[in-house]
């Protein structure tokens, strides 16, 4: 095999790995940002000023519409990286919201 044949070859691949790249970012960030999305949206909703048990219950349910959510806003995007930006400016008034929780301060 020549230099030039292996030259070429690399270039197809990188050209490949250039198509696929972006849905790859997306079909990650749809799978694995959805899903701290929807866990962080969880946990902040215990932070609202309600009995335990409607707060886990009213956090799962808030879970769902946002996962679902967040597949849905991926893949209407026009790129992978507004995706991503998307994702982390929503996930920022939720970490906030979530972190009286993580530190154990009781809203009630």
């Given amino acids: 095999m020549t230099s030039s044949a292996v030259s070429g070859a690399w270039r197809a691949a990188l050209a490949k ?10 079909i990650v960030a749809a799978i694995g940002g959805g ?5 962080v949206a ?4 215990l932070a609202l000023p309600m009995d335990k048990p409607q707060a886990v219950l009213a956090g799962t349910m808030a879970s769902f519409l946002v996962y679902t959510g967040a597949v849905i806003w991926v893949f209407a995007v026009r790129s992978a ?3 991503w930006v998307g994702l982390l400016v929503a996930a920022l008034p ?3 919201a979530a972190w009286p929780v ?3 301060v ?3």
């Fill in 102 to 104: 993580w530190n154990g």
């Fill in 94 to 96: 939720l970490v906030l």
């Fill in 42 to 45: 969880s946990v902040a909703v």
């Fill in 35 to 39: 899903y701290v999305l929807g866990a």
């Fill in 17 to 26: 790995a250039c198509q696929v790249g972006p849905l790859l970012s997306r």
């Fill in 106 to 108: 009781n809203p009630a």
């Fill in 81 to 83: 990286t507004r995706a």
